[in-house]
């Protein structure tokens, strides 16, 4: 079955065993690299294992709306900061690194591609440190592993609370009997 062009082969990324990597290969990341082009190949097994690991089954963490499509890239004027290519035994995986998500299967795109990662974004700054002595700026870092998405759920969670406390000490609804306390 052929995929559409604006949907990611997820399955691509869903190694089903460790050492289904063959060589990893980040490229761009021009402002780490005193701008010029980064092309580094990396042949390390421990490298090859994290990655599998990060990408397996259910640890990318995917936008919730990851299925309808809208790019916020064009939109916001995030910059692209570089390619990763995995090749496996069977195939090259492309993976797109803006400035906040990666993306499957292509150099840009829409939440369709999209999905944040800690281990990834991790092991990449890693690669990074080693050839050039920089790190991804922390916005960028904060973004890519999804740290900047839980930060802004436990926001979220903390103005509701701190709403129905507030609603709550004034007469109004209570929360249920078997709700969890802080």
């Not at 559409?4 to 402002?31: N, Q």
């Not at 190949?41 to 499509?69: H, M, N, Y």
């Not at 496996?88 to 990662?117: C, D, M, P």
Request: hydrophobic share 35%.
């Amino acid at each position: 079955m052929k995929i559409p062009d604006d949907i990611s082969d997820w399955d691509s990324i869903d190694f089903p065993e460790m050492g289904t990597v063959r060589e990893l290969r980040v490229y761009g990341f021009r402002e780490l690299n005193s701008g010029k082009t980064l092309d580094l190949r990396s042949s390390d097994p421990i490298v090859f294992k994290t990655v599998e690991g990060c990408l397996r089954g259910g640890f990318p963490l995917r936008p919730a709306f990851s299925d309808i499509g809208v790019s916020t890239t064009a939109d916001l004027g995030i910059d692209h900061l570089g390619i990763l290519q995995i090749t496996t035994r069977e195939e090259k995986v492309i993976i797109g690194v803006s400035e906040t998500k990666f993306y499957l299967g292509t150099w840009h795109g829409s939440n369709r591609q999209a999905f944040y990662s800690w281990g990834l974004a991790k092991q990449v700054d890693d690669l990074l440190f080693e050839a050039t002595g920089k790190h991804l700026e922390k916005k960028h870092f904060e973004a890519l592993s999804g740290e900047e998405i839980i930060r802004e759920n436990k926001r979220l969670y903390e103005g509701i609370r701190a709403a129905s406390r507030d609603q709550s000490s004034k007469g109004g609804a209570q929360p249920p009997e078997h709700a969890p306390e802080d």
